[in-house]
């Protein structure tokens, strides 16, 4: 594996491993719960195993669902199908009542290229964004869009 970001460095286990040290340093000593693939019931009744939950503690209110996909070189159908199981899960989440107010995030290793077949073609952010996910990608970790991801969990962290 290259270490350069262009590449394909952060896949998987790898891509939650280093946004959990992110969210952990935010929310290091303070009131809020990070929990790892807990167990969160959708508006369909299917239990989901979100990679990270972000709670109030003591009354355990979810403010926060991230969901991470680390998708490899590019292949076929493989992107494509990794979001669509990622808008499945945090759409069915965001439906439940009890939790539609929480903010949902896909966090995603690269975006789609050509070898991705009619990836390439999508506009990820706008169709995440029509069920109120916004989408990251962990390559963008030097520019704007990883500061103002930064950004939005240190304002959840002041706003409890």
């Known amino acids: 594996m290259k270490s350069d970001l262009g ?22 000593n303070m009131p809020f719960g990070v929990l790892k693939e ?3 019931k959708g508006c369909s009744g299917k239990i989901w195993r979100p990679d990270f939950v972000i709670q ?21 159908w493989q992107y494509h199908a990794q979001m669509c199981s990622a808008y499945i899960e945090l759409n069915d989440l ?14 995603v290793n690269r975006p ?14 706008k169709m995440f964004g029509c069920i109120n996910v916004k989408v990251y990608y962990r390559i963008d970790l030097e520019k704007e869009d990883w500061k103002s991801f930064l950004d939005e969990f240190w304002e959840i962290r002041d706003k409890y």
């Open 7 to 28: 590449q394909y460095v952060i896949k998987g286990k790898m891509l939650e491993a280093e946004v959990e040290d992110t969210i952990l340093e935010i929310f290091y």
């Open 56 to 76: 109030t503690k003591p009354l355990n209110k979810i403010i926060a669902i991230l969901e991470c996909k680390g998708v490899g070189k590019p292949k076929s």
């Open 38 to 40: 807990e167990h969160v």
């Open 94 to 107: 965001r439906l439940n009542p009890e939790i539609s107010s929480a903010k949902y995030y896909l966090i």
């Open 112 to 125: 789609p290229e050509r070898g991705d077949q009619t990836a390439s073609k999508i506009d990820y952010g």
